[in-house]
């Protein structure tokens, strides 16, 4: 459980090229916690991130992950402390922050899991995410193309896949939810 940021930042690295995902404003790290995904984006790939997560956690310079970012001479993560969607959040922030962004990332973001892949479809933004949570009882409208209501962990990946034809689903080397 504790290296999947580190496997997950890994992928991105290798899938999308640490050059790419350093473009204009970086990585957009929707749901991030406790930061744990940008701080091996910064050490791994040397790059800039974005936690948008709603609390606001340890980020200051007593933390042992910002000294290893300091010594490795890696960007900090910036923090956004509001909850992500697709309508407050870029109503507050505007689109400027998403457009500079090189790409919208979520390890295990629950509730805006939908959101983050609505958002890069709607503005083209490249987007990875490893779905956890399916929450059918806070998202009873979901429905596969069939009209079977998404219900399971399966099912909830099905119904992402199904909102564009370009979408693709990979196996990270991590136990637990772990597709990307």
């Known amino acids: 459980k504790g290296l999947r940021a580190k496997i997950f930042a890994s992928w991105l690295i ?12 970086g990585v957009l790290d929707i749901a991030g916690g406790k930061g744990k995904l940008s701080v091996e984006l910064a050490l791994q790939g040397k790059m800039q991130s974005c936690i948008i997560d709603p609390l606001v956690r340890k980020h200051g310079k007593k933390r042992k992950e910002a000294k290893q970012i300091q010594k490795a001479n890696a960007p900090q993560p910036n923090h956004i402390a509001k909850p992500f969607n697709q309508t407050t959040f870029l109503d507050e922030f505007g689109v400027n922050l998403l457009e500079r962004a090189s790409i919208c990332v ?5 509730e805006c899991t939908e959101d983050i892949l609505d958002v890069g479809l709607k503005y083209g933004k490249e987007v990875a995410i490893v779905p956890c949570c399916v929450f059918s009882g806070l998202f009873p409208l979901r429905e596969l193309r069939c009209g079977t209501p998404v219900r399971t962990y399966e099912q909830l990946l099905q119904y992402l896949l199904e909102k564009d034809d370009r979408l693709r689903i990979e196996t990270l080397p991590f136990h637990g939810k772990n597709q990307v």
């Open 106 to 110: 979520g390890l295990h973001p629950d």
């Open 14 to 25: 290798d899938k999308f090229g640490a050059d790419h995902l350093s473009q204009n404003g």
